[in-house]
């Protein structure tokens, strides 16, 4: 019998997602570089095995699969996805479609997309997310590609997906690159949400002079309510979890230097590139970076002092830095969807921005009660900035005064709120009408003749007398 799918690279993702679909009733032939590799999976696959095509080759491997074939690559993004294609287009068919399944950057999606021809096969990219225990259990799975492609497996990617109320957390959101943007935003969004429960817990630590078993029952508590979400509830057990070996908690023993692998700096490139704000992101991703920076920040203690402990005695409650991070979660997914938006329009995609808010409902990293909320207020209107969206504009008039508080006596204390401090600038400005940008539009004009419009008469290309009147 003849496999509905194959799959290639047996590592920690492609091995839990092969799983995964023989145990939703797919037949699926793996193929992994290490052939070794492949034996062990069949082995260990105990019931699961039945529903496994082992091959040692990529020639029995495609020929193990059903017309018109599905090949999904989860191998590490770049130039293993293009060498892997390269291998595998002498020996598939037109209709055949090989699916990208790994972490590529949305414009190497695009590029192979955009190199399908009339006799090549046919590229589908799809962003999965949720790490190992989705990939086995239920990722959320944001595709991009061919209708046709869609067509083609979504009812297999649908199956092998998370479900929140019984829906599939899977979705083809737009042609091309669209999938692996939507996960790359998922994971810059990832970064703000996890930088500024960060901060929080700074605060507590530095400011409020909280433990880390104090620290976690405060997450524990902001997990039963509007914040509910994976990440305050792993955080919540974090700060919980003591060092088997010392006692210690763990989070005094954690070293303090943050890993990235590209995803997040990618976001904020893509925002920078599209020309739209992600600050609050870019703010989280320079934290990361920051914080790689272990030497320089112990010569700047050296140098500058640090914060002295405990500053902020009773002036900051946990009730204000629940709300701050309320305030800041709102502003950085308004910048993430609003990222999302704007390349939905310059690059011509569908983008459902209601259905992806509910495909991150469960499966991902990012998961939380406030997603459903998203996921109503985008459907009222996709096109309009999030945190102006009834419920969420209801939500920050509430909260925005505790993240002044916060990101104010952060400042003024020296403990580093970058990310919150972001979605507060963000809030100042998208809140203003007159801004500050008509000095910019006179220094443009004055030094570059760049010309301006004027707020009393309609037109562009106005210039300023500054040859006459320089001080
Ligand atoms: P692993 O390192 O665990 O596995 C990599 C797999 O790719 C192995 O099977 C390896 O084969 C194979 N491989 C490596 N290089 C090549 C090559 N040049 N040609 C053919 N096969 C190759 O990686 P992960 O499973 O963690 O990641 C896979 C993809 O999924 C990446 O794009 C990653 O970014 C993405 N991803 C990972 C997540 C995670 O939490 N780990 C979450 C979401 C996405 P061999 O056994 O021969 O070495």
Redesign the pocket.
């Known amino acids: 019998k003849t496999a509905e799918i194959g799959l290639?690279?047996?590592?920690?993702?492609?091995g839990n997602l092969a799983l995964n679909i023989a145990e939703n009733g797919f037949r699926i032939a793996v193929w992994?570089?290490?052939v070794e590799?492949t034996e062990t999976f069949h082995a260990k696959a105990g019931d699961l095995a039945a529903n496994l095509v082992p091959t040692k080759t990529l020639e029995e491997f495609v020929q193990a699969i059903a017309k018109p074939r599905a090949i999904i690559l989860?191998?590490?993004?770049g130039?293993?996805v293009d060498?892997?294609i390269e291998a595998l287009k002498p020996l598939l068919d037109a209709d055949d479609l090989i699916i990208d399944?790994?972490?590529?950057n949305y414009h190497e999606t695009n590029r192979r997309d955009a190199a399908v021809t009339a006799d090549s096969p046919r590229f589908m990219g799809i962003g999965?997310?949720?790490?190992?225990e989705g990939?086995r259990f239920g990722p959320s799975i944001m595709a991009g590609g061919p209708k046709s492609a869609w067509e083609q497996v979504g009812h297999i990617l649908e199956a092998i997906s998370a479900k929140h109320e019984g829906t599939p957390c899977a979705a083809h959101l737009g042609e091309a690159g669209a999938g692996h943007l939507v996960k790359t935003v998922h994971n810059g969004i990832e970064y703000a949400d996890m930088q500024m429960i960060a901060e929080v817990y700074g605060v507590m630590r530095d400011g409020l002079g909280l433990d880390a078993s104090e620290i976690s029952k405060v997450f524990g508590a902001w997990n039963e309510g509007i914040l509910q979400s994976y990440l305050i509830e792993i955080s919540h057990k974090v700060a919980g979890t003591a060092d088997p070996d010392t006692g210690k908690p763990m989070l005094d023993i954690i070293l303090d230097t943050a890993g990235q692998?590209g995803t997040g700096r990618w976001t904020a490139i893509e925002a920078l590139m599209l020309g739209t704000p992600a600050s609050a992101i870019e703010a989280a991703v320079a934290a990361r970076n920051m914080s790689a920076r272990l030497g320089e920040r112990k010569a700047g203690q050296a140098a500058f002092g640090a914060a002295p402990g405990k500053v902020l005695g009773d002036a900051v409650s946990a009730k204000d830095l629940e709300a701050a991070l309320v305030a800041g979660k709102i502003i950085c997914y308004a910048q993430g969807f609003g990222l999302i938006l704007e390349a939905a329009r310059q690059y011509g995609w569908s983008m459902p921005l209601p259905e992806i808010a509910r495909i991150w409902r469960q499966g991902c990293i990012i998961r939380s009660a406030m997603l459903n909320d998203m996921s109503e207020a985008l459907g009222e209107d996709p096109e309009r900035n999030l945190m102006l969206a009834p419920f969420f504009a209801e939500k920050l008039k509430e909260t925005h005064g505790a993240l002044r508080k916060v990101v104010a006596l952060g400042a003024l204390n020296g403990l580093a709120v970058p990310a919150l401090s972001a979605a507060l600038s963000y809030f100042d400005i998208m809140r203003t009408e007159r801004s500050t940008a008509n000095m910019l539009q006179g220094q443009r004009d004055f030094f570059g003749a760049h010309g301006f419009e004027r707020t009393d008469k309609d037109g562009k290309g106005y210039h300023g007398p500054w040859a006459m009147n320089t001080v």
Request: hydrophobic share 40%; charged share 15%; no cysteine.
């Open positions: 290639i690279g047996l590592g920690t993702m492609g992994n570089r290490t590799k989860m191998v590490p993004a130039e293993a060498a892997q399944a790994g972490n590529a999965v997310s949720g790490g190992e990939a692998k």
